[in-house]
């Protein structure tokens, strides 16, 4: 719809993924790897720079997208966080656990900013979903200052609060998707992006179980 080619080669490929036996791990697969991991942190620079390049050009006023410039921030965050995960695969071999108090103050803030622009890209009379999204953002953005006042050791019951909302904000956002595929909702959101918030609400969803899971 949108002329954006997509190579959905890429996604059929990823399904077809399995996870691999520790018997299966030899030099050769090592140095596979690591080529593929070197090869991913040049794709991200460059990607990182071509944000960054927008992001200037946006702000400056000698460049129009319809992409607002918090959007492009967004990403460019996602990036760099993608970015360094690699890197300490590569210099670690392995990544640490992070701290979930700077996890939740990070996918507090994308979770809060995504219920914006759904806000922001939901068509005038779509005010009900409007009203929806602007309680997620208030959500968040409660969750987020809370995570930033907290004690380090007492994270546990914001935990359980912030699993609370984003299982409820995951029902939101699938039923946002199924409304925009299925021409049910009217809003000037693309498909592709629908489906990354989604996406994303089930990632951070799985880092809340798991610390749960951790702490019990
Ligand atoms: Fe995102």
């Known amino acids: 719809m949108t002329g954006i080619p997509i190579d959905v080669k ?7 993924l399995r996870t691999g036996s520790c018997d299966m791990v030899n030099r050769e697969i090592v140095h596979q790897v690591k080529m593929l991991n070197q090869q991913m942190l040049r794709s991200l620079d460059g990607l990182i720079s071509f944000k960054e390049e927008i992001l200037r050009e946006v702000t400056k006023c000698r460049l129009y997208t319809t992409n607002y410039p918090l959007l492009i921030e967004h990403i460019l965050r996602e990036a760099k966080l ?14 640490t656990a992070p701290d979930q108090r700077n996890l939740e103050i990070f996918w507090n803030q994308i979770m809060m900013e995504h219920a914006q622009f759904i806000r922001g890209l939901l068509d005038p009379t779509e005010c ?9 953002a208030k959500d968040y953005c409660r969750l987020l200052e809370e995570a930033q006042q907290q004690d380090r050791k007492a994270m546990n019951a914001l935990t359980a609060r912030t699993l609370q909302t984003t299982k409820q ?48």
């Open 82 to 95: 993608y970015r360094e995960m690699i890197e300490e695969l590569e210099q670690r071999g392995r990544i």
């Open 169 to 216: 904000y995951q029902q939101f956002k699938t039923a946002g998707t199924e409304g925009i595929t299925g021409c049910e909702i009217r809003s000037i959101i693309l498909p592709l992006l629908a489906d990354h918030v989604l996406r994303e609400a089930n990632h951070y969803l799985r880092i809340l179980e798991h610390a749960q899971k951790g702490r019990d």
């Open 128 to 136: 009900d979903l409007m009203d929806t999204a602007d309680g997620f």
């Open 10 to 16: 890429i996604t059929e490929a990823e399904e077809r």
